[in-house]
């Protein structure tokens, strides 16, 4: 057996070292052969504002290029998990046209699929009512499917993990349901599911979006909370949510009721660290991202930008898929005779034309046009803008398909700003087509 996890002298509880004994741990290969993956798509985020006024928040553009979904997506295909499903409701035909058209290159000859699975009444009328009911809904899918286990993911969170490591330590210590933990500041727990584990690494407690977190036993500054993300042995997962769906007083969540249900009935319910399946670290810690703010998605953007970004890109070991279109390089062109278009500390994607502009701590998303002597400073500008000529854009986030008349301002006057769009606290400057009056009527 591998050495147990132990207690450190601050209290905390860690998995020690396994290098040594690696070859002992469960393959991996078999494990994610015998896995299916169901992805919940189809909340709305309402904490985006108007960025979910037409798409579901998974949908939401990121990165340049990307959109969130991507990142759950990816770290399925690059652990080996080729059987998924996503689950979709709010707003979905963005979301769907997206993984009809980037997803498609999974080979259904391996069995290998990527599936939408809309709320389709098949156990019941009415739409999907909560995330244990999203699984319910579907489960003669997945039962057809035969799997030994499902893996239950967010669609909604910035991040790249090895889902494989994840599932061997849930044969290896035979548990019957996984839960992938991070450490989060303790004034930041309130928005998610608070954890207390044993020594050992098993869950004893949990609390859902508590008022007063309880903190780390040895770091009063920090709290372990749960990703989202669970592996189940799926003859557990069918049990639990047959009477999950047969009990009146449920609001069929997850972390609200199937998990207390399963603590109670004195099910192995295991605490997996995300530092031990993280593929991408910032100074030894694991980058994970709840980007359900606009705030928070803003930040996660803009560190993009940096000389050394903490979320790595360029990665070809672990690469994140989306749906590429066939577009021209980026350009940079003269405005005039004495102005050039430029960029300092930018991310331009393909198809975009910078024309006699500035393009400053900002990202392009592709088919962005902005025009001379203009300035886009710190901003988000999403795919199919046209930004005009002497615009001043600072801090602010653009929607698809606005377009910002010549002599524009956004970012530079708070009040005049909040007399318009919606600002955040942190000063980020929401800008979409119906606030600038100009209607749309095509998929986001």
Same mark, same amino acid.
């Given at each position: /057996? ?19 004994? #690696? ?12 896995? %299916? ?16 006024? &037409? ?18 997506? $990816?770290?399925?295909?690059? $652990? ?9 409701? %709010? ?6 046209? #997206? ?27 009415? &739409? ?44 290896? #210590? ?27 690494? &098993? ?23 749960? /990703? ?68 928070? %998605? ?15 890109? %360029?990665?070809?070991? &672990? ?30 994607? $393909? ?27 710190? $901003? ?65």
């Amino acid at each position: /057996m591998l050495e147990s996890p132990s207690v450190s002298d601050t209290g905390r509880f860690h998995v020690p070292d396994i290098s040594a004994a #690696h070859h002992r741990r469960p393959a991996v290969a078999p494990l994610v052969r015998d896995t %299916y993956a169901i992805v919940l798509a189809g909340g709305r985020g309402k904490r985006l504002h108007d960025l979910t006024a &037409w798409r579901a928040k998974p949908a939401v553009p990121f990165g340049g290029k990307h959109r969130i979904i991507d990142f759950a997506l $990816s770290n399925c295909v690059n $652990s080996g998990i080729r059987r998924i499903g996503v689950a979709t409701q %709010y707003k979905a035909h963005s979301l769907m046209q #997206h993984l009809q058209r980037g997803w498609s290159f999974l080979d259904s000859h391996l069995h290998e699929f990527l599936e939408a699975l809309p709320a389709q009444q098949r156990n019941r009328e009415g &739409w999907y009512d909560g995330t244990a009911d999203a699984l319910y809904q579907n489960i003669d899918i997945l039962r057809m499917e035969e799997p030994r286990f499902v893996l239950v993911l967010a669609g909604d969170h910035v991040y790249k993990m090895d889902y494989g490591v994840m599932l061997a330590e849930h044969v290896e #210590h035979e548990a019957d349901v996984t839960i992938a933990t991070v450490e989060v500041p303790v004034e930041t727990a309130t928005a998610f599911g608070v954890l207390k584990v044993d020594e050992r690494g &098993w869950l004893r407690g949990m609390k859902e979006k508590p008022a007063c977190p309880e903190s780390l036993p040895d770091d009063p500054t920090r709290a372990l909370v749960s /990703m989202g993300i669970y592996v189940f042995n799926a003859a557990v997962l069918y049990g639990c949510l047959r009477e999950d769906a047969a009990c009146a007083g449920s609001t069929h969540d997850f972390a609200k009721d199937l998990l207390p249900a399963l603590l109670a009935a004195g099910r192995r319910v295991r605490a997996h660290r995300f530092g031990d399946s993280c593929v991408n670290r910032v100074n030894g810690h694991p980058y994970w991202r709840d980007v359900g703010t606009v705030d928070a %998605y803003f930040e996660a953007n803009m560190d993009l930008t940096r000389v050394r970004p903490e979320l790595n890109m %360029y990665d070809k070991s &672990w690469p994140i898929r989306t749906n590429e279109e066939d577009l021209p390089p980026a350009k940079f062109v003269h405005g005039s005779p004495i102005d050039s278009g430029q960029t300092l500390d930018a991310l331009v994607s $393909s198809g975009c034309i910078v024309s006699g502009a500035a393009v400053i701590r900002s990202l392009l998303f592709p088919k962005v046009t902005v025009d001379e002597g203009s300035i886009v400073e710190d $901003s988000v500008v999403f795919p199919d803008v046209a930004v005009g000529r002497n615009v001043r854009l600072r801090r602010a986030i653009v929607d698809k398909y606005s377009m910002l008349p010549d002599g524009f301002t956004a970012g530079h006057d708070r009040a005049e700003d909040e007399a318009r769009f919606h600002v955040t606290s942190g000063g980020v400057v929401l800008i979409t087509p119906e606030s600038l009056g100009q209607p749309v009527h095509e998929p986001r």
